[in-house]
């Protein structure tokens, strides 16, 4: 249950039972993959909403709406396996050899790379998730009442999805190269979950 890039089966060519039994028993997937695909699916159930509405009645604005959450799924998809990846680097450089000081520079410049991928993707999968709240809340006044449900359920899910990618990057924050880089990486870790919050708070309305 590796990075498709190196020939194992992308997650979402996977059943659910296989993602499921894979995520309770190996070390990856990760919170972070989980995150990416409840992403997908929140996505998903909005999108419900507002193609079943447009088969009803035609609209514009709905199409606009449509085609901006067929994106953001076809990009939060992806993501899972680009976890995957970052993580499994991450791991292999923290299992680098280190006994003597040649061999310690190497495993900790090696550990700041891919450390800095492995938050750099879990931003990439919480901003959009962000998007896709914002994209939640127009959705609600564009969707008929009978798919509202589907609709908050669709942003509750990207909630907890934002929420549970963001723990990755607090998780890894220690293993980047410099304190100007940690800095940049926590700001923009709080802006991401104030903003996920004030748009939680528009949905639950």
Known sequence: MQDAGQGHTPIWEQTLGHCGDSLAR????????????????????????????????????????????ERLKEQLGPLADKDIAAFEGLMAAFQMPHHD???????CSAIQ?????AVDVPLQTARLCQKAL????????????QFASDTRAGG????????SVLLNVEANIDSLGSE??????QEAHDE???QAALLVARIAR
């Open 101 to 107: 000081e040649h061999e310690k520079t190497a495993r």
């Open 156 to 163: 509750e899910l990207l909630a907890a999805a934002l929420r």
């Open 26 to 69: 190996k070390p990856m997937p990760g919170c972070g993959a989980a995150a990416s695909v409840t992403a997908a699916l929140g996505v998903a159930l909005i999108l419900k909403g507002l193609h079943l509405s447009q088969q009803h009645e035609t609209s514009e604005t709905r199409r606009a709406l449509l085609d901006e959450g």
């Open 180 to 185: 100007a880089e940690k800095r940049r990486t």
């Open 113 to 117: 790379q891919a450390a800095a991928t």
């Open 134 to 145: 914002s994209l939640c809340i127009r959705a609600g006044g564009c969707s008929e009442q």
């Open 192 to 194: 991401l979950k104030e």
